[in-house]
């Protein structure tokens, strides 16, 4: 028997509303059979693949106030859902100020994908291996989503819920996400270790911020991220309460390390083994750990 793996689109209709009332009620009233498209790249894999079957796909991306990016010197940053990668990366007050988001997003795919890919489809998707989501959570993001009952706001904190299963739910579209403005002298570092250098989603993901916190007997608040290590992209909070604690220096940074390789629970899958992935957990949260101390040290 042979197994087609991509047994190719199915039919769906394309549909685009005036208003995002509309647009929501349309996706609620089709709930399972239709879903918001921003760039569709990973719509369309997914429905190829025979993953999905949506029977429609409702354009969100020309909806009022859904490409804007602002950056406001008191408020934050204020990306819109359709912004593209490349547009974020380029965005000044993004090179500036949120230079960790810059390189997670350099990360994803190559430059033409990022041309259509968001930041936004990247989080909705609520894969673990999402390459932006641990920037956008240690960032402090919220989403700000629209649905058939008004506007609400989610934190990144508590928004994954499982492989693909996020808090949105039928009739939701999110409008764009919010960061603040990062505590003064924040240093970054995003790893990703994958398969080969560019289109492939990682086997490892680590993100780290840090900046100088005077009130902490490390002086530092040091924060790390998992990807593609559990179900949800993972924060492991014991990593900051160690190094906040605690002198830091190479023994605690290995110490939190360990920590970060214990928090996290892989899976076997096409691109390695659970257990290398926790190996290299903790051998690249050294790796990144030592690079955002020395530089908050210097
Ligand atoms: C060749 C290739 C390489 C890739 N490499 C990487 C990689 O290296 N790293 C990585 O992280 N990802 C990678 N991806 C996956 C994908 O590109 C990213 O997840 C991308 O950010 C998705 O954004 P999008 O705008 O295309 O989302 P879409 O495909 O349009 O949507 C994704 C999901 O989110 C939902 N959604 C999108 N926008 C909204 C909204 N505003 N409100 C509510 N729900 C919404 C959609 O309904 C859908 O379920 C790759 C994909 C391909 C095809």
Redesign the pocket.
């Known amino acids: 028997m042979s197994l087609n793996a991509h047994p190719g689109l199915p039919e769906f209709e394309y549909i685009k509303f005036e208003n995002i009332d509309d647009a929501s009620q349309f996706l609620a009233n089709h709930s399972g059979d239709a879903?918001?498209?921003?760039?569709?790249?990973?719509?369309?894999?997914?429905m190829r693949d025979g993953a999905?079957s949506d029977k429609y796909?409702?354009d969100?991306k020309s909806l009022s106030g859904?490409n804007e990016i602002a950056n406001n010197p008191t408020g934050g940053l204020f990306i819109g859902?359709?912004a593209?990668?490349n547009r974020v990366i380029a965005f000044q007050a993004v090179k500036e100020n949120y230079p960790i988001l810059a390189e997670a997003a350099n990360?994803?795919?190559?430059y033409q994908?990022?041309t259509?890919?968001?930041?936004?489809?990247?989080?909705?998707?609520?894969?673990p291996?999402?390459?932006?989501?641990g920037a956008c959570i240690l960032l402090g993001g919220i989403l700000n989503?629209h649905g058939i009952n008004g506007t609400r706001q989610e934190p990144l904190s508590k928004f994954f819920l499982g492989p693909?299963k996020s808090k949105?739910k039928a009739g939701?579209?999110?409008?764009s996400i919010q960061l603040p403005i990062p505590p003064k002298g924040m240093v970054g570092k995003y790893i990703?270790h994958?398969r080969n250098k560019?289109?492939?989603?990682?086997i490892v993901?680590i993100t780290v911020v840090g900046w100088p916190d005077a009130d902490l007997p490390s002086g530092l608040r040091i924060r790390l991220a998992l990807?593609s290590v559990a179900p949800v992209p993972l924060v492991v909070d014991q990593v900051e309460t160690i190094l906040s604690e605690k002198r830091i220096d190479e023994k605690t940074i290995a110490e939190a390390a360990q920590v970060a390789m214990s928090a996290c629970n892989p899976i076997d899958d096409v691109r390695a083994s659970a257990r290398y992935r926790k190996q290299m957990v903790r051998n690249l949260s050294i790796k990144a750990l030592t690079e955002v101390w020395e530089r908050l040290k210097n």
């Open positions: 879903r918001p498209l921003m760039g569709g790249t990973d719509i369309f894999v997914r999905w796909l409702v969100v859904m859902a359709a593209n990668m990360s994803c795919a190559s994908l990022r259509r890919a968001t930041i936004v489809g990247n989080i909705c998707n609520a894969s291996a999402g390459d932006t989501i989503v693909g949105l939701d579209i999110v409008t990703k994958g560019v289109s492939d989603l990682a993901g990807a």
